[in-house]
């Protein structure tokens, strides 16, 4: 028995994950567990949980692999500065002190933290480094269904690189191609993130779904002033306008007065019709490069498998874009792309690569439908809700099924706690807030009422496998949320010429069909497809909600609020309950309603974390 920790951290979204000869143990980010939103620190309680999830003392693990190469990290950071000189000296100053503290010396930081874990660990030799990219591009082809397969990473930036094509066959794994800092297509996308002003890092997600409330009016400017586009979808961004390489910022006054505004204050200044305009244009350029990549690398290595990873890879409306327009036959898209990703890639690279072990077919998606992270059983689940006061029923399965059905096809609002938690920023039905989708003030109540958050974000359609092309111009496997799709014409309900008039949030009380609630406005949708051999319980939840409402599609949205990470544990789940003005919680077997709550352990919820 050969074991393998995979570890990321020290930049943005710390997780460990383990494997056990070659087989996907247990994954989890770092954040779930210490409640702070995409912590960065050493990953200790994500690498306690999947130690314990393993049945395995640390010191018993064979090999801890780290998913980047500080050093060559320091030697990018280094050039940089110098070929940037003057500009750029406070950052340098800044950064430096740390560099020379821990981060080149990140082989003794890791031995001592896990020597914490295990007083008998005492092989350092046993550490190991995988570069950040090849970690990436580990993640999306060896767990996927693929023996052959096109891997395309692209993200902000590794150590050196910022999209990155990769061949893999069987076990072997190989980078062929690469662009290199500060020509970033993540960055890019990060910059005008931070000029609309939402935060780096996590407010990706809004610029996305804000694109399609605006029309793309700046596009030509971002090319002929920001971007130097080729036809094979290389690029080179022009410096002049950012200020990422060396400074504080993303960008810098010379971009502000490019568009004609200066960056926003989202404390002081509302999202107005600029803002969405902005955000369509850069949307609008972002599928333009993901396209001429795409259409390029197939082109040349006439493969019909794509692989995806890296942030970028969670731009759905874009991979949504590559299905569409058939530039592959079959693409999967590791469902954990960001950094926490590279924790299980770094894992399955060194059993892959390192250690020469077979990759055989037949080869199905070895994800486990991302739910690799704790479960909670019902002896556990009521201990705890025992413990602080709740009230709650116990039903059999099949009852629980139904009367949660039944509620949730009345308009009622449930927190959704079942089996092991999700692995990546998704919520997939194990740690979900669900709804009936053919309701018109869903949208906004979930937005407003249970998220605290802004009311323009969209909600994704949880849908039954087999249903899927009844609803959505959509026939392919979903299952990680990951692809974007317009619902059919024939639920479609088409807007009047007043309607048609609308700008920007206006848009948003026009119901554009038979479920509005997970209908964005230019008639998408955030397609997650369930399936009976990963969820079942989940699926059975669809099945019950279909047989009353002809309707075989949930809301499904993640169980937190606005700047919090997904719940991890009974506690979170209670917690989270009694803050908001979600109607049910729904944990293991048991049915918790908030009337029958004690009030007194309502806490408020709205300014416990920061926001994103």
Request: include cysteine.
């Amino acid at each position: 028995m050969i074991s393998i920790l995979g570890i990321s951290a020290f930049y943005h979204d710390s997780a460990a994950a383990l494997i056990i000869d070659g087989k996907i143990i247990a994954a989890a980010q770092e954040e779930r567990f210490s409640r702070k939103k995409y912590d960065s620190n050493y990953p200790f309680q994500a690498v306690k949980y999947v130690l314990t999830e393993g049945k395995i003392d640390l010191s018993k693990v064979d090999h801890i692999v780290f998913y980047e190469k500080p050093f060559l990290k320091f030697e990018r950071l280094l050039e940089t500065y110098v070929a940037f000189s003057p500009r750029g000296f406070k950052s340098f100053s800044m950064s430096m002190p740390l560099w020379l503290r821990e981060k080149l010396f990140q082989k003794k930081v890791l031995f001592n933290e896990l020597k914490k874990h295990d007083k008998k660990f005492n092989d350092i030799n046993k550490i190991y480094f995988s570069e950040h990219h090849f970690s990436h591009a580990a993640s999306a082809f060896y767990p996927s269904p693929f023996k052959e397969a096109i891997v395309l990473t692209l993200d902000g930036v590794g150590e050196w690189s910022t999209t990155t094509v990769a061949k893999g066959d069987g076990r072997n794994l190989d980078i062929v191609k690469e662009m290199h800092f500060p020509h970033s297509i993540g960055l890019l996308y990060s910059a005008f993130t931070y000029y609309i002003g939402f935060k780096v890092l996590s407010g990706e997600y809004k610029l996305m779904g804000l694109a399609p409330y605006g029309e793309p009016k700046y596009k030509k400017l971002i090319y002929d002033n920001l971007i130097d586009l080729k036809e094979d979808g290389s690029f080179r961004l022009n410096m002049d306008y950012f200020d990422y390489a060396t400074g504080l910022k993303m960008t810098n006054d010379k971009f502000s007065k490019l568009f004609g505004q200066p960056v926003r204050d989202p404390h002081k200044d509302l999202l107005t019709q600029f803002h969405m305009d902005i955000a369509s244009s850069i949307q609008e350029v972002i599928e333009e490069i993901v396209l001429r990549l795409t259409k390029a690398i197939s082109k040349e290595y006439e493969n019909k498998n794509l692989c995806l990873a890296g942030g970028v890879a969670l731009n759905c409306v874009a991979n949504g874009k590559i299905l569409k327009e058939k530039i592959f036959d079959n693409i999967w898209i590791q469902p954990a792309a960001g950094d926490a990703g590279g924790a299980l890639g770094a894992a399955l690279a060194f059993w892959y690569k390192e250690l020469k072990n077979e990759r055989n077919p037949p080869l199905t998606d070895q994800m486990r439908g991302s739910y690799l992270g704790p479960s909670f059983n019902d002896d556990e689940i009521e201990k705890t809700l025992a413990s602080i006061g709740a009230k709650y029923e116990k039903f059999s399965e099949k009852n629980l099924l139904e009367v949660t059905a039944k509620e949730l096809s009345s308009g009622k609002i449930a927190g959704w706690f079942q089996g092991r938690m999700e692995f990546g920023p998704r919520a997939l039905g194990a740690r979900s807030i669900i709804a009936d989708p053919r309701s018109e003030k869903m949208q906004k109540t979930l937005n407003l009422k249970i998220k605290f958050r802004e009311s323009f974000r969209p909600f994704a359609p949880s849908v039954i496998r087999k249903n899927l092309s009844d609803w959505f111009e959509l026939d392919t496997d979903s299952p990680y949320m990951l692809l974007v799709s317009n619902v059919k014409k024939s639920i479609r309900i088409e807007m009047s010429k007043e309607e048609k008039k609308l700008f920007g949030i206006e848009k948003l009380n026009v119901k554009r069909s038979s479920i509005p609630a997970v209908t964005h406005v230019d008639y998408s949708a955030r397609v997650q497809t369930v399936h009976k051999d990963t969820n079942s319980k989940y699926y059975a939840l669809i099945e019950n909600f279909e047989k009353i409402t002809k309707c075989p599609i949930l809301v499904n949205t993640s169980f937190n609020v606005r700047g919090e990470p997904i719940v991890c544990n009974v506690k979170d789940a209670f917690k989270c309950f009694m803050g908001t003005d979600l109607d049910i919680l729904v944990c293991g077997n048991f049915i918790l309603y908030k009337d029958k709550q004690d009030v007194e352990l309502a806490k408020n919820y709205k300014n416990r974390f920061t926001l994103d």
